[in-house]
Antibody, heavy 126, light 107 residues
Framework: EVQLVQSGAEVKKPGESLKISCKASGYSFTSHWIGWVRQMPGKGLEWMAI????????????RYSPSFQGQVTVSVDKSNDTAYLQWSSLKASDTGMYYC???????????????WGQGTLVTVSS | DIQMTQSPSSVAASVGDRVTITCRAS??????VAWYQQTPGKAPKLLIY???SLHTGVPSRFSGSGSGTQYTLTISGLQPEDFATYYC?????????FGQGTKVEIK
């Protein structure tokens, strides 16, 4: 059974750093892109970034949507089948629910996210 | 970037009704559109991928169609558990983009 289990809710102050996790199981972690999606309170879904763990020991392929480029960093730990999303300096506007998801692959194409984590609520407030 | 304009933003319907939701893309492409259902407090669920393929375990009352710049999700015979918000997603080219969402409410 495919499962993605995300780390728990966080309450942080502006300027603090944060790293949230997404632990995958039930499929080949290195063979599927992982996507990160933001949902601000009462709003719609926004695609933030995508990362391909791959089979190479050292490297991975990461891409960022323009609105999130330079604002967040995605990474993976292939030894632990875990993906991460991190901020170096949080803002109040980063408050929201963050979802990770395994992408569905059709050949070499990505067809969207087929399995989602439960979400991590991040609250940034002074 | 490809923008996805979703309509309507909300629709009121009754159990048994047929509901159609549309996403219009800012430029033409083929195939890589997905549709999701989200209920309050829950993660989205995949319904349709590749514009018209039904995801595993999704009831057959959900169907997708379209090509070029217009894609449609149809719910034939609305059930009580279908009252939710629906989103389209284009995964044709990065950055992937979602539509703004359609809330299906009880009439």
């Amino acid at each position: 059974e495919v499962q993605l289990v995300q780390s728990g809710a966080e309450v942080k102050k502006p300027g603090e750093s944060l790293k949230i996790s997404c632990k995958a199981s039930g499929y080949s972690f290195t063979s599927h892109w992982i996507g990160w999606v933001r949902q601000m309170p009462g709003k719609g879904l926004e695609w933030m970034a995508i990362i391909y763990p791959g089979d190479s020991d050292a490297s991975f392929d990461a891409r960022y949507s323009p609105s999130f480029q330079g604002q967040v960093t995605v990474s993976v730990d292939k030894s632990n089948d875990t993906a991460y999303l991190q901020w170096s300096s949080l803002k109040a506007s980063d408050t929201g629910m963050y979802y990770c998801g395994k992408t569905k692959t059709e050949g070499v194409a990505v067809a969207g996210i087929d399995y989602w984590g439960q979400g991590t609520l991040v609250t940034v407030s002074s | 970037d490809i923008q996805m304009t979703q309509s309507p933003s909300s629709v009121a319907a009754s159990v048994g009704d047929r509901v159609t939701i549309t996403c219009r893309a800012s430029r033409t492409f083929n195939t890589w559109v997905a549709w999701y259902q989200q209920t309050p407090g829950k993660a989205p669920k995949l319904l349709i991928y590749a514009a018209s393929s039904l995801h595993t375990g999704v009831p057959s009352r959900f169907s997708g169609s379209g090509s070029g710049t217009q894609y449609t999700l149809t719910i034939s015979g609305l059930q009580p558990e279908d009252f939710a918000t629906y989103y389209c997603l284009q995964a044709n080219s990065f950055p992937y983009t979602f539509g703004q969402g359609t809330k299906v409410e009880i009439k």
